[in-house]
């Protein structure tokens, strides 16, 4: 069977700055074929000079050394400037039209379910991977990850239980503080539900994301909405839908950028949800293609935000155990089953 256009599987291991090496290694040829020379990274570049940037990169070197370290190795293993790469880790925090989409559905119960399409630049199809990082002093974990990217925006298991999952935000309104990926990354550090959602809480914020959170042994699924000047924490008391836009009342005074496709995949997930009955199977909604202009799972060449889907994967979350698959095909097997943070097979 053919492995092109398949999703890898990297393992990970030292101080945060040889993994950084580590990834940057991952995605160099790719980066520099494809990522450097197109829109979103000249886009994001275009704001080198921003004094938000100046001020990103102070506060992550005060308050987070680790992830500062890892970014330092990110930009030597894809062997270019640190600021640069420093800068595309901030992409969202500067530019609200980065490439980054992305549905959730959020499933309460004793038992939560969550399921994430994870969307994102098309030509990173066969380049992104599931890594199993096991960092020196850290917590180890599996996130998928992007080329050029930290963990920590995307969905990710760490060793203690904690489930994350990550939507883009387009706010209007960003401001200095902690990138909002850097923060996604300290999520990844976090021992409880209650350490992530304070960390999100209090931590000067200079974006916007969307999380859902869980936890292995928690009966709690928790909603998180952050921008620069706010923060909704919600527990999801019934099955709900999240399609990369500000949907919290508590938020509904923030300025955004709602894209056709957020509002149809939200528009759609909410009544796949609604009409489900007592039972919902989560790939009902991640793999909807009913609105065939703006669908759910997003597969078009021409999509309007320059987006596809690029993995599904679905997370139960139970009292004592955590056990997930994660597909990069629509409808056909996982590629990987997983418990925790360890692969137990690659299915063909």
Known sequence: MSTEGRLGFLEIAGKHHDIGVQLGLFGADIVHRHLVIGHAWASVM????????????????ARLPAYWSELQGLAQGLALPFNDVFLWNCRGDVWAMAPDGCTTVQI???APVVAHNEDGDPGFRGHCALARVQPVGGRSFTSFVYPASIPGHTFAATETGLVQTVNNIRSRDAGAGLPRMI????????GSLDEA?????TSQRAGAFHMTLAQR???????????HSSCSVEVVRQPRCHANH??????SGERQIITSSSSSRQQRGDAIIAGAGGTLDPTSVLWDGTAAALPIYRAQPDDPDHENTLATAVFDVGSQSLDWQVYDQMSHAPCYVLRGTDRRSRLT
């Open 46 to 61: 275009a704001f080198r000079d921003d004094p938000r940037a100046a001020e990103m990169r102070r506060l992550v070197e």
């Open 108 to 110: 309460p119960g004793d």
């Open 183 to 190: 923060l996604g990354r300290a999520i990844l550090d976090c």
């Open 197 to 201: 959602t304070e960390l999100l809480r």
């Open 217 to 227: 042994g928690d009966p709690r699924l928790v909603s998180v909405e952050f921008t």
């Open 246 to 251: 500000l949907v919290h009342q508590d938020m």
